[in-house]
């Protein structure tokens, strides 16, 4: 399984956070404060201070409270200044929450080999003997990504065309149950545009969305099966 980038915008280090900045700004400041006082800082070989040693520094200095109010204000001004730079400070509330479990990308789901694409293949037309034009140009196409060497599973679109009822749709669901991806049914007779699918752009009052960039957001997959019936 493969990883990908979902968002190309960097997303806030989890490591700065205003309570380690705030330890830094306080480690530093004793550093500072500790030899006015009369107290040596315990240097390593190499003239540094590991973590010991700072700890040692913060219980043998009692900052006066002042001094600890400006560190909290100022980490936290650092943090909120930092985080109006992020594109994602642009956004709803409720889309941030979604896309942060995103930092580090989304799964790309891939066959193995040539042979798990030949045992695919004939699991489905098993299943589906009378789509067999259909199962025959997903095989080459599974066969052509693995030989490829595509990080993760890459098909066609394919258009299915047949009269209502004979499976068409559940034959496109069942590849990607085989294949082990997420999957979705797009009934576009009910809809008269595509912000459904797609999302409506930047721009319109309602923006949010659609229901492939939703479906990737909740399985956390790149390469659903998305169905246009």
Do not use: C
């Not at 980490?75 to 896309?99: F, G, H, N, W, Y």
């Not at 140009?137 to 890459?154: C, E, K, N």
């Not at 399985?219 to 099966?225: F, I, L, Q, S, T």
């Amino acid at each position: 399984m493969t990883r990908i980038p979902f968002a190309l915008f960097p997303f806030p280090d989890p490591n700065l956070s205003a309570d380690v900045i705030e330890r830094r700004l306080r480690q530093h400041l004793v550093r500072l404060i500790a030899p006015k006082i009369g107290i040596e800082p315990p240097l390593n070989a190499d003239g540094t201070i590991d973590e010991a040693g700072h700890k040692m520094l913060l219980e043998s200095i009692d900052l006066p409270y002042a001094k600890t109010r400006r560190l909290r204000e100022r980490a936290e001004r650092i943090v909120e200044r930092r985080a109006a730079k992020s594109p994602l400070s642009r956004m709803k509330t409720e889309d941030r929450k979604r896309i942060m479990p995103l930092r580090d990308g989304v799964e790309l789901i891939g066959i193995p080999n040539e042979h798990r694409a030949d045992e695919l293949a004939a699991e489905l037309h098993a299943e589906f003997p009378w789509m067999g034009a259909a199962t025959e140009t997903v095989w080459h196409a599974m066969r052509r990504s693995v030989q490829r060497g595509d990080a993760g599973l890459r098909l066609p679109p394919i258009l299915l065309d047949g009269p209502p009822g004979i499976g068409k749709s559940h034959w496109a669901r069942r590849l990607g149950t085989l294949i082990g991806v997420p999957g979705m049914v797009y009934d576009a007779t009910t809809e008269n545009a595509s912000f459904g699918l797609v999302g409506s752009q930047r721009g319109w009052g309602n923006s949010a969305p659609g229901r492939l960039v939703n479906l990737i957001l909740t399985e956390r997959v790149a390469n659903p099966v998305v169905v246009v019936d």
